[in-house]
């Protein structure tokens, strides 16, 4: 019999390991209804028209497509299965594809329901997200996104609150990051003043990878797309730009003196910086002329958070759209909102171990017995506690002593209430810490006052 696996890129998690999930996306959320955002939720798959062509070329090809349902090959000649033309076969057996990421599904949920939501239309949404990419470290096929946008409104107010959220999730969870910020007007302003506008798409790709691979290897890739000689060199002073947010702005402002989009861009993050002045933003927040993010619909902001002390890719990342929904035939909605990976997230606190040292969802104590009649007596306990909102459970059936405890040790469980004869008479049960293995006979608000308060 073969063994049973599951697909590369893809994890089970237990209960422990969900716990801690649940206590990110319990964060998330709790801050995102902080803001007033509201969630939705959209299908695992779309259609592949809504998908294909929002992405890029690269994106396009890490969509998973899904088969058409019963004989997909039904209506296809044989001339056209043996011309093995991939993307032409695609198009006539696949008509849905599992979502790439959230914001194109949502803004098709916005012109779909642009009569039952009310503008600006703050939403959040917690949901599984795939892509055909090589699994590697921190990066997944199947991974969690946690996204919060605001559509229909221009307000430089909302990146504002973006930032804010970002402030507040990661003091929560302990992380201490770094968030970039740049602006797509101002990349195309550089692209502008060095002669080469036509060609932003190519230069925003290739300076995003300056993290990874490094100045030579960006003008290298520049120089192979076409950018000229004289481009790139005019390039390397802008991307050296070094100092403070405030004298980055000043030399830029210098810079794109002549390019009226480029000032725009310089502008609205002038704003930005002033409103974060304004509120106290702790997050230390850098202007990285490098930061381009490789999707192509962003038009304004553009945001990256990058962890201090873990070395993985970035862990939150979005931006302004002004045109997403047009693609949808709803003109001039603008939108802006970020995603929090939820999957590296994890990874980041299970590196740095920064998980509380008990979850929500364990149970707090578990009622042993050693018989029949002593388990009966334990249900009107476990009714109680859990009114209450204790955790609680009894173990359910006849076993010896040692192995119920064992269960209790395995589960991480706190406290133990063991129920015999005695205790039975007594109308108690002894109740044991289970870190310093001191033990009570205790009543039910005794009990409740105990497990109430933090083991020691």
Same mark, same amino acid.
């Given at each position: 019999?073969?063994?049973?696996?599951?697909?590369?890129?893809?994890?089970?998690?237990?209960?422990?390991?969900?716990?801690?999930?649940?206590?990110?996306?319990? !964060?998330?959320?709790?801050?995102?209804?902080?803001?007033?955002?509201?969630?939705?939720?959209?299908?695992?798959?779309? !259609?592949?028209?809504?998908?294909?062509?929002?992405?890029?070329?690269?994106?396009?090809?890490?969509?998973?497509?899904?088969?058409?349902?019963?004989?997909?090959?039904?209506?296809?000649?044989?001339?056209?299965?043996?011309?093995?033309?991939?993307?032409?076969?695609?198009?006539?057996?696949?008509?849905?594809?599992?979502?790439?990421?959230?914001?194109?599904?949502?803004?098709?949920?916005?012109?779909?329901?642009?009569?039952?939501?009310?503008?600006?239309?703050?939403?959040?949404?917690?949901?599984? &997200?795939?892509?055909?990419?090589?699994?590697?470290?921190?990066?997944?096929?199947?991974?969690?996104?946690?996204?919060?946008?605001?559509?229909?409104?221009?307000?430089?107010?909302?990146?504002?609150?973006?930032?804010?959220?970002?402030?507040? &999730?990661?003091?929560?969870?302990?992380?201490?990051?770094?968030?970039?910020?740049?602006?797509?007007?101002?990349?195309?302003?550089?692209?502008? &003043?060095?002669?080469?506008?036509?060609?932003?798409?190519?230069?925003?790709?290739?300076?995003?990878?300056?993290?990874?691979?490094?100045?030579?290897?960006?003008?290298?890739?520049?120089?192979?797309?076409?950018?000229?000689?004289?481009?790139?060199?005019?390039?390397?002073?802008?991307?050296?730009?070094?100092?403070?947010?405030?004298?980055?702005?000043?030399?830029?402002?210098?810079?794109?003196?002549?390019?009226?989009?480029?000032?725009?861009?310089?502008?609205?993050?002038?704003?930005?910086?002033?409103?974060?002045?304004?509120?106290?933003?702790?997050?230390?927040?850098?202007?990285?002329?490098?930061?381009?993010?490789?999707?192509?619909?962003? !038009?304004?902001?553009?945001?990256?958070?990058?962890?201090?002390?873990?070395?993985?890719?970035?862990?939150?990342?979005?931006?302004?759209?002004?045109?997403?929904?047009?693609?949808?035939?709803?003109?001039?909605?603008?939108?802006?909102?970020?995603?929090?990976?939820?999957?590296?997230?994890?990874?980041?606190?299970?590196?740095?171990?920064?998980?509380?040292?008990?979850?929500?969802?364990?149970?707090?104590?578990?009622?042993?017995?050693?018989?029949?009649?002593?388990? /009966?007596?334990?249900?009107?306990?476990?009714?109680?506690?859990?009114?209450?909102?204790?955790?609680?459970?009894?173990?359910?059936?006849?076993?010896?002593?040692?192995?119920?405890?064992?269960?209790?040790?395995?589960?991480?469980?706190?406290?133990?209430?063991?129920?015999?004869?005695?205790?039975?008479?007594?109308?108690?049960?002894?109740?044991?810490?289970?870190?310093?293995?001191?033990?009570?006979?205790?009543?039910?608000?005794?009990? /409740?006052?105990?497990?109430?308060?933090?083991?020691?």
């Amino acid at each position: 019999m073969q063994k049973p696996s599951i697909p590369k890129g893809t994890r089970d998690f237990t209960p422990d390991e969900m716990a801690k999930r649940n206590y990110i996306f319990d !964060t998330i959320k709790s801050v995102f209804r902080l803001y007033g955002y509201q969630q939705i939720e959209t299908p695992a798959m779309e !259609t592949l028209s809504t998908l294909m062509g929002k992405y890029g070329d690269e994106g396009d090809k890490l969509l998973f497509k899904v088969l058409n349902s019963g004989d997909y090959l039904a209506g296809l000649a044989d001339d056209e299965l043996l011309a093995r033309n991939s993307a032409r076969l695609t198009s006539r057996i696949s008509e849905k594809g599992l979502r790439y990421d959230l914001t194109v599904p949502f803004a098709r949920f916005v012109v779909q329901n642009r009569d039952k939501i009310t503008f600006p239309f703050r939403r959040y949404q917690i949901q599984p &997200v795939w892509r055909a990419d090589r699994p590697q470290k921190g990066r997944y096929r199947e991974f969690y996104q946690c996204d919060v946008d605001v559509v229909g409104s221009d307000s430089l107010v909302n990146e504002l609150e973006l930032i804010q959220i970002v402030d507040e &999730v990661y003091r929560r969870l302990g992380i201490r990051v770094c968030l970039k910020i740049n602006n797509r007007k101002v990349l195309s302003g550089i692209a502008e &003043v060095i002669g080469e506008r036509d060609k932003i798409v190519d230069i925003t790709v290739a300076i995003d990878k300056m993290d990874k691979i490094g100045l030579d290897k960006v003008n290298e890739e520049l120089a192979a797309k076409g950018v000229s000689a004289e481009a790139v060199e005019k390039l390397q002073p802008i991307l050296q730009l070094s100092g403070s947010n405030a004298a980055k702005l000043a030399d830029l402002r210098r810079i794109l003196a002549s390019s009226e989009t480029g000032l725009k861009g310089v502008g609205e993050l002038e704003t930005i910086f002033s409103l974060c002045d304004r509120v106290g933003i702790a997050t230390p927040l850098e202007l990285d002329l490098t930061l381009a993010r490789g999707l192509n619909y962003y !038009t304004g902001a553009i945001f990256e958070v990058k962890a201090l002390d873990v070395q993985i890719g970035s862990i939150t990342g979005g931006g302004r759209y002004d045109n997403l929904t047009g693609v949808f035939g709803l003109d001039g909605v603008s939108g802006v909102g970020i995603s929090f990976g939820a999957d590296r997230i994890y990874d980041v606190l299970n590196q740095l171990g920064l998980y509380p040292a008990t979850s929500a969802e364990q149970t707090r104590v578990l009622f042993v017995h050693f018989g029949e009649a002593e388990k /009966l007596y334990c249900l009107p306990w476990l009714k109680a506690l859990r009114a209450r909102g204790v955790n609680a459970e009894v173990y359910p059936d006849s076993a010896k002593m040692k192995k119920q405890m064992s269960y209790a040790d395995s589960k991480h469980i706190p406290y133990v209430a063991i129920v015999g004869e005695t205790e039975m008479a007594a109308g108690k049960v002894m109740l044991k810490d289970m870190a310093t293995g001191q033990q009570s006979l205790v009543d039910l608000d005794e009990l /409740l006052a105990e497990i109430a308060s933090p083991t020691p």
